[in-house]
């Protein structure tokens, strides 16, 4: 087997989005929790085009409050570094984030009002979701959806907000709406099976409309 | 012409079908019986990235009773190794078996009951039947339809019932329902070429909702 | 540029073909006509996997009445040879017939009648027309569209009958309906560049239903 | 970073478009206003199969009337140059135009009518609009499309009467009803940025039909 560094597979996932067209023009960011030192993670620097992405193309953030660790001159982090910053520091067990935008998850309108800030939705009980772990037969599962603030910050206040008032999501995903949905999982491997459990259930979820 | 081994064959459909987003997540298993010792076959282990699949990551198992013959440390036989079992145990001349998840299969609901455990599903009576090496004209064709127990052995069991009630189908596949086609043949190669009918069949019958 | 002989050209297009699922299962069979003797063309062999057709698997056959001309040992033509043999024979100046199969092109649903044979459909006058050398604003065209009858030569029957009625279709191709297009072209080139134009355009008509 | 140049890098686009089905057939054209003398364009020349392009396969244009200024022997312009010299023309800082054809912006019906030429048409507020560096929430944005008329010169009219009736659009691109749209940036990556943000948008578009 080869040897790869965390960084290394990020960017080779980056390159696969692009190609699934996950990641058209500049959109999404992944990130992953720095092996050695867990408060911090490394993120996607701003406006990169993902089908060229370099491991150099990445910034080094703080878990507890967002704050730039480290980064190489003329990089930036991501516009959404706040909501990932959430998702590690309220999960100490994750170890990769990963955000793209697809069409389906762009054809689903839930109508989720500005001030609401999230709703539940339910999800089809198909089998792909036992990529999720649940092995519960036909489950009667949620999705928590975002409403789509410009402000990136104030996303990720309602997100710390949903988990305060309704702990860590059964799914390892959130849906932000109009835009595109967030993963995690313990590992960069974990985190893209869930992504593409997700994908496979957007589909079946936006082409039943 | 490139002599490869049946499992190097099989392995080469895994990354061929994972690149078609049938095999996302860990979703699928494939098999194929043994060349020598037809009372044996080889199917993929529980749990690999189908896109990274080796010729190492498959175990062997009796057709009779689905126990494990023999496995490298730390392989799992697949958790739907029943129902392959039950299939080659139920048609001797079968050399492959492919299961793999599709989007167009989980768009099709037909409401198979729990109890009821198997339908009869009309297909329409396009060309591509002809692949199956049915030549009617217009035929009028069904395939079995599975309710999606959790219990995969119970799967497996339904399927027995259905051969023993029904005999052999008629087309070389069965779906389970939210989860995805199961198909056969007396090669890998036409296993393959049985699969890629049957998803051009449910891809016309989902659009066609 | 590579020089390279029509049968890799045609080889090539049979590989690409098969990438865009165009030619799953063993669907679909290409020919051109021989450039040094006219009155004779090469169609793939029978039964063969498109994505790994090589250029030894043709058979030369005569365009007068689709006799076998030369066939490397165990070659059988293509089931539906008849059907380019009276394309090849109506149009003395074509150089090139592909047939595949497509997805969207079994969408479309006309009910063409069995005794009836054939029926002209209307087509939208969208710019990929000018693909076919139409030049007209908002073109109020047609396409032939044939039942598909399980006896091929009938199907070859009644294309020469639409021939000897109507004459040459204004558009380079045909549907068989529940089965696929036929186009042509002067050259492979041209007869590739029909076949996309013609694939936009079904694909428009199967998703505008 | 791989040196190359703007005729290679817009080379690179033809190929990459090609796979992706948006420049089926003939279908499309690309160019780059000219580094050193910003008064002249190049852009792909006339009937070239995209897939296959080649750096050399472009033609050399003026942009205050379109005329030839440079060409290889056998090369025409696009015939669809007269619409590229008019974005140069009202666009001084516009480095590059993209024109392609796709599925989903033909399955766009609007209606528009030959004698009214164009009309406004509202854009969802999806998250993707932010790659055309447009950041507000919800923001309320609408597209120019343009009558499809054969005569090139006429829909080129149009746009200019467009442009010096309402300015610049805010958006980017335009759409031609049944054709498809073209986009400008102020580099060819920025363009290829906004064109793959506006394939998005009008997927999205056409699916929520």
Avoid at 55 to 67: K, N
Wanted: aromatic share 10%; net charge negative.
């Amino acid at each position: 087997m080869e040897l790869i560094t965390p960084l290394q597979e990020i960017t080779r996932l980056s390159h696969l989005y692009y190609s699934r067209q996950w990641m058209f023009a500049t959109a999404g960011n992944l990130s992953t929790r720095d092996e050695v030192i867990p408060t911090q993670f490394w993120i996607t620097a701003s406006g990169k085009h993902k089908g060229e992405l370099q491991e150099t193309d990445f910034v080094c953030v703080a878990v507890s409050d967002g704050s730039l660790v480290k980064a190489a001159e003329g990089l930036k982090p991501s516009a959404e570094t706040s909501i990932h910053q959430v998702l590690y520091s309220q999960m100490p067990d994750v170890g990769s984030c990963l955000h793209v935008h697809t069409i389906d998850s762009n054809l689903l309108e839930f109508g989720v009002g500005k001030e609401e800030g999230f709703r539940e939705i339910s999800l089809p009980p198909i089998e792909i979701i036992k990529a999720f772990g649940i092995w519960d037969e036909k489950p009667n599962l949620t999705m928590p959806v975002f409403y789509n603030h410009t402000h990136v910050p104030t996303i990720a206040n309602e997100i710390k907000r949903y988990f305060t008032e309704n702990g860590i999501p059964k799914v390892p995903f959130l849906l932000i709406e109009g835009h595109g949905p967030t993963v995690w999982g313990k590992t960069i491997k974990e985190a893209n099976k869930h992504l593409e459990a997700v994908h496979f259930l957007l589909q079946v979820m936006a082409r039943r409309l």
